[in-house]
């Protein structure tokens, strides 16, 4: 089932107040963070709600599922800027609990395995937000990678680097490479929740429903998550049959 809103603006105040629930029922909530377009809306709107709210973060940990390797953290294009400029800046994080991969690490392989290690060690993550790419990556795991990885450096697709490659107003400076956390990192997660907006994203949502569980379809790893749940905007929703969408009307 797929649980649907009327738009981006939705979402974005539902799952606000379902974070910041989660948050107050447990105040040192490990939360799995993804970037990108789908979540900007996200971030704005928690970041009001959490103000409004007066929700304390001081204990809340992050994980965040990918970065290009060769940007450092202050280029504008990186995820860690990205973070700091759409939430971790904006609220009152403790900043040595957000955790990203480094772009810049010299030795990457160490880093991999030390960031699936450290999700480890604070108990593995409560809720993992995912977006998913127009060939069904989640996080930067393309198609083709293994239900077994954890976090790794990938080589990019071109399908990816086409996509992306809009943020960047040099199209060269887009990255080739990536480290993201893995699939079983991800599967691992208590509860995940998948985002997808905008018509753009009804081919790949319309692949994933019609997907049976494979690698080449890597977010259809999630129908074998016990709590997975999939949320979409009607424009992301329009190929799929409505027997598999629930309306969310009521929860906005
Ligand atoms: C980003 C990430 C990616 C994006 C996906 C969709 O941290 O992990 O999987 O969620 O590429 O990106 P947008 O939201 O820009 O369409």
Same mark, same amino acid.
């Given at each position: 089932m797929f649980l649907i809103f009327p738009d981006p603006q939705s979402i974005a105040n539902y799952l606000s107040s379902l974070f910041i629930e989660k948050i107050q029922k447990k105040p040192n909530l490990v939360l799995g963070l993804a970037t990108g377009s789908t979540m900007e809306p996200v971030y704005a709107r928690f970041v009001q709600k959490v103000h409004a709210c007066a929700?304390?973060?001081?204990k809340v940990t992050t994980f965040n599922l990918d970065e290009y390797v060769g940007l450092s953290a202050t280029h504008p294009q990186s995820y860690n800027y990205y973070m700091h400029q759409h939430l971790f800046d904006l609220l009152g994080f403790d900043q040595q609990r957000l955790f990203l991969p480094d772009g810049?690490?010299?030795d990457l392989q160490e880093q991999c395995e030390q960031y699936s290690q450290r999700i480890k060690e604070v108990g593995g993550l409560d809720v993992q937000l995912l977006g998913v790419g127009s060939?069904?990556?989640?996080?930067? !795991?393309?198609?083709?990678?293994?239900? !077994?990885?954890?976090?790794h450096v990938v080589g990019l697709s071109e399908r990816t680097r086409i996509d992306n490659?809009?943020?960047?107003?040099?199209? !060269?400076?887009?990255?080739t490479q990536a480290i993201t956390m893995g699939i079983l990192d991800i599967m691992e997660a208590k509860e995940v929740i998948l985002v997808a907006t905008g018509a753009h994203k009804a081919e790949v949502m319309a692949n994933y429903w019609r997907s049976p569980v494979c690698e080449s379809m890597p977010?259809?790893?999630?129908?074998?998550?016990p709590k997975a749940l999939v949320i979409l905007d009607e424009a992301a929703a329009s190929?799929?049959?409505?027997?598999v969408c629930q309306p969310a009307m009521a929860m906005t």
């Open positions: 929700v304390d973060l001081s810049k690490c010299n060939n069904g990556h989640i996080g930067f !795991n393309e198609p083709g990678t293994s239900f !077994n990885s954890r976090t490659s809009r943020f960047f107003d040099d199209k !060269n400076e887009m990255p977010a259809s790893v999630l129908k074998q998550h190929l799929l049959p409505a027997e």
